[in-house]
């Protein structure tokens, strides 16, 4: 026995990997498992909130009480199903229309002579990188109509047609922001798979006799496959899963799909039912995660084809050419263009409906508080509340993308390390787990659980830590998978080789493994920042007055309609965003980088 | 005395055995070679001794000092065991210069630093890469990138160098002067040195002993001469030599006297013993090198001439006689052409003949 000790004490001094996946299995147990347990344990007893529900009741004593409310009372009508089939609708619709787009602006560039190829390519992805709410709130300053009481938009105003309400808000224009944001990822995922099939397997088909049709369908087709079933997964759980659109323009009509239904209920401290909504929010992307990985997931190699005597003969569009240009342009005008004038320019409006040169003003941007303005909110440059703001999201954006970049090398070693071992899969699972919780439930549970002290963490609620700490886990899956990809690259050789030479771990890893990973590195690190910065469902119920980031101010201005503050601040986190992406550009190759980080 | 010792070393990846029950003992100062197919077992017993892998059992020494034992919780880390080692990929550092790949390892030991630029340089005189010091490896040649490899590895000073096909990633020339260049620089530093090779050129032109391994056991430990000459059993006889050995199926039969080996095609007289350790009319498989024959032309021979290939200074000449193939080989050119008819002299004290169920050698 004691050998055994001896033997393993002074394998484990020797073996960074191993002491490096024990401690990943403790954290990751404690923020990602046990949070889990204790979402299933919540939705299994009674909580405050149901005190007054049921009579007799006992806090934490055993119950299904909030299953039977959910899916056997009266209340599931509106409170389960239709929430349940909104989400549905507007996840399919969103990712049918989605991937519509996507594929065929993915075609349209890879394989097409389309001019300004590389203008357009950079263009078209800027939805991918803002917010997908922003597009929401441009479409209200365009369709938003008076009858809910806010502000006519500009439609309305210039035009004094009234908008339907199926048009302002609902169903409709949610699916319809929602495709415009998520169409990008469509459009990586196929432009990658379409780069990497050689034009003359499909000129062989033409060949041997298969028709336009048949090609497509026969050798294309399912050369895309992989790539198709990645977007549709990750469109279809993301559409489902997210806040903000459907919050902006569902709420005022009391348009619930899950999330917000979820927010709406753990807002009114009923964690019981929301933690059920978010359990079958949790199950619906598993089973289409899973779905996906059945049909798709041995077929993956299609997809890792070499390039070898690559060549790729893109078709001539002729008399399309103009006019799919035409189409192209008005497109982008409609998509980025449009929106991002719209919300500067409203900014400037003193009166949000009134669109006179008259009514321009500079108030919203360095106007001192006013109390018959805007409820006295003074001007974004003077505003101590919106530069602090500015400060905390960038101080999350970078904290999150260090240790995120750092993690997910330190995990990719660990895992590719151990490859081939329990211990190696366990970790990489659990890695991934956080992509499957819906962000506002995942937050709802960090709430619950870290508003008093556990073992040696002192009570975070309220406190900037909890929201960095809840963004790092919930990018995890990210950064752990550009850190497996960027480990498997790097021969094991190389490591092996300082080991024998006696470089410690630390060096090996700052001199060896750090350096040759750095491009992987610093894009995973950037792409951390932006995706920290425009965090809003994850953040939402963890923010307090004094940890205010631009996301949740903008939400709370918008809904205090207070319209060009909200606006501005928009603009504000574009602005940093767009510089980060730009930095990214600068740092490293992209082309390979942004189809990866898509996962 | 001997420097390393594997002592029922076995390795097991799941239920897949890559090394079964193996027992080694390598000399000191000795040159060895693991010598075998792909899949053989060969790099991961080389990884174990490095401490790359970790034996499923048995134990692992070297001077004596147990690296390696699970029973008694023994543990040695492979920077502690004071060796060198040489990856199939070279394993250069690409963001660090030639120098740098040379002394990182020599920094950690905190030996002054005048000190490892004069061992630098010296190194990289050793293998003829003076003045390429500042140089990243993608500016380097493959052969040049594997000097540096050799370069770094010498330059830890270790006792023991452990090479895993350090020379399959270099054009036919350069492995050609790489292998006289290793075996000078053996002579000179004398370190105990284990290569690993699928090559059996490479094996018996470097190595003072070849260990011949096939599905994770040894099939033959032998100094290249004996493993050429005799081979112990078919496997190291089809393994080693290029051609590949004829191997004709038959039995041996005396007649008056005199021993023959037959079968339905050829009958080769041995040498006249007063009696064959071989009992005649056991099923058995004779073995006899392409060089240890000879052949003359006579339009009445009873072999055909199926094919002649020429390779300059030596021609490879294939006859047939009925069912059976036979590869003889000449120096220089050859008048013979294909179809001709030929006779052939085999000779008689070349000749190894092998149990056709065990495989191994009788004689």
């Known amino acids: 026995m004691q050998q055994k000790i001896q033997f393993y004490t002074s394998k484990l001094k020797s073996k960074p990997e191993i002491i490096l996946s024990i401690i990943f299995v403790a954290v990751f147990a404690f923020l990602i498992v046990v949070p889990f347990v204790q979402m299933i344990y919540t939705t299994l007893t009674y909580q405050s909130y149901d005190l007054r529900l049921e009579r007799g009741a006992e806090e934490g004593a055993f119950t299904l009480f909030h299953y039977k409310r959910m899916f056997g009372s009266d209340l599931t009508k509106s409170h389960f199903l239709k929430p349940f089939w909104n989400s549905i609708k507007v996840g399919v619709s969103v990712t049918l229309i989605a991937m519509i787009i996507g594929s065929l602006l993915a075609w349209l560039f890879v394989r097409t002579d389309i001019p300004y190829r590389k203008f357009f390519q950079t263009i078209i992805v800027v939805p991918y990188m803002i917010p997908s709410w922003v597009i929401a709130l441009a479409w209200q300053l365009f369709f938003q109509n008076t009858r809910t009481g806010g502000q006519a938009g500009v439609i309305t105003a210039l035009f004094g047609i009234n908008i339907p309400d199926w048009l302002s808000y609902g169903f409709v224009p949610i699916v319809i922001c929602l495709a415009l944001h998520y169409y990008s990822y469509t459009f990586l995922l196929m432009s990658g798979a379409l780069r990497t099939i050689d034009s003359e397997l499909e000129e062989a088909g033409s060949i041997g006799g298969l028709t336009r049709s048949q090609i497509l369908m026969k050798i294309t087709f399912p050369l895309v496959l992989p790539a198709l079933g990645s977007s549709f997964v990750l469109t279809v759980t993301r559409s489902m899963g997210t806040f903000g659109t459907p919050a902006l323009l569902g709420l005022p009509v009391r348009f619930f799909t899950i999330p917000t239904q979820i927010y709406a209920m753990i807002n009114s401290r009923n964690m019981g039912d929301g933690f059920v909504l978010a359990l079958v929010l949790i199950i619906l992307a598993a089973t289409f995660i899973s779905i996906n990985n059945k049909i798709i997931g041995v077929r993956k190699s299609f997809v890792t084809m070499k390039g070898k005597g690559f060549r790729s003969n893109p078709m001539k569009l002729g008399k399309l050419r103009p006019f799919l240009l035409v189409v192209l342009l008005i497109f982008i005008l409609c998509l980025i263009v449009f929106p991002i004038v719209m919300l500067a320019w409203s900014t400037f409006m003193l009166l949000p409906d009134d669109y006179s040169f008259s009514n321009l003003t500079m108030h919203f941007w360095a106007g001192k508080s006013d109390a018959t303005i805007a409820s006295g909110e003074p001007g974004v440059f003077l505003n101590k509340g919106i530069i602090g703001g500015t400060i905390n999201s960038i101080k999350l954006g970078v904290i999150a993308a260090v240790v995120n970049a750092f993690l997910g090398l330190l995990i990719g070693y660990t895992v590719v390390k151990n490859r081939g071992t329990k211990l190696s899969q366990v970790i990489e699972a659990v890695a991934f787990a956080p992509y499957v919780f819906p962000s506002i439930a995942f937050s709802a549970i960090y709430l619950s659980m870290f508003s008093r002290s556990v073992g040696p963490i002192p009570a975070l609620y309220g406190t900037f830590s909890l929201m960095v700490l809840i963004v790092i886990v919930k990018n995890l899956p990210f950064s752990s998978r550009s850190g497996i990809s960027a480990m498997l690259q790097v021969d094991k050789s190389l490591e092996e080789t300082a080991s024998i030479q006696g470089i410690p771990f630390m060096k090996r890893f700052r001199l060896i493994i750090l350096p040759l990973c750095k491009s992987g590195f610093l894009s995973g690190m950037i792409l951390t920042f932006i995706t920290a910065m425009r965090e809003l469902s994850l953040v939402i119920l963890l923010v307090t007055p004094s940890t205010r980031l631009l996301t949740t101010m903008i939400f709370s201005y918008e809904t205090q309609e207070q319209e060009q503050h909200s606006n501005a601040v928009t603009l504000i986190l574009l602005l940093i965003i767009i510089m980060a992406n730009v930095l990214i550009k600068v740092l490293v190759n992209r082309k390979s980088e942004e189809t990866m980080n898509l996962g | ?363």
Request: aromatic share 6%.
């Open chain 2, 1 to 363: 005395m001997s420097k390393i010792e594997l002592k029922n070393i076995t390795k097991k990846y799941g239920k897949v055995t890559a090394v079964s029950d193996m027992d080694l003992s390598i000399n000191e100062g000795e040159f060895l070679t693991l010598l075998g197919p792909s899949g053989c077992g060969k790099t991961t017993t080389l990884r174990m001794i490095a401490g790359l892998e970790e034996p499923t059992s048995g134990e692992l020494s070297s001077d004596g000092k147990t690296l390696f034992s699970r029973d008694s919780g023994i543990y040695v880390p492979p920077e502690k065991r004071n060796l060198g080692f040489m990856f199939q990929s070279y394993a250069l550092w690409p963001h660090m210069t030639v120098r740098k790949n040379i002394s990182l390892g020599l920094e950690t030991r905190k030996i002054a630093r005048d000190l490892i630029n004069e061992k630098v340089r010296r190194v990289l005189d050793k293998v003829q890469l003076k003045g390429y010091d500042a140089r990243y490896p993608s500016e380097l040649s493959g052969g040049q990138q594997q000097r540096v490899a050799l370069a770094r590895m010498i330059a830890a000073e270790s006792a023991i160098f452990l090479m895993d096909e350090p020379l399959s990633n270099l054009d036919a020339m350069l492995r050609v002067d790489m292998r006289s260049e290793l075996k000078r620089l053996h002579k000179e530093l004398n370190a105990t040195s284990v290569y690993v090779t699928h090559d059996q050129v490479e094996a018996l032109t470097l190595s003072d002993r070849i260990v011949v391994m096939n599905e994770g056991m040894i099939m033959q430990s032998a100094a290249p001469e004996e493993l050429y000459l005799k081979p112990a059993n078919l496997f190291v006889a089809k393994f080693v030599g290029s051609p590949r050995i004829n191997l004709l199926a038959g039995s041996v039969s005396s007649e008056g006297g005199k021993y023959y080996f037959k079968n339905s095609d050829v009958s080769i007289p041995l040498n006249s013993l007063d009696s064959t350790p071989v009992p005649p009319g056991k099923e058995i498989i004779a073995g006899i090198r392409s060089e240890d024959i000879s052949i003359t032309k006579n339009d009445s021979g009873d072999y055909r001439i199926y094919s002649v290939l020429p390779a300059g200074s030596e021609t490879i000449i294939n006859v047939i006689k009925g069912e059976t193939h036979i590869t003889v080989k000449v120096s220089g050119f050859t008048s013979l052409a294909m179809d001709n008819m030929v006779d052939l002299v085999f000779n008689r004290d070349k000749i190894s003949f092998y149990d056709r169920d065990t495989e191994k050698l009788i004689y």
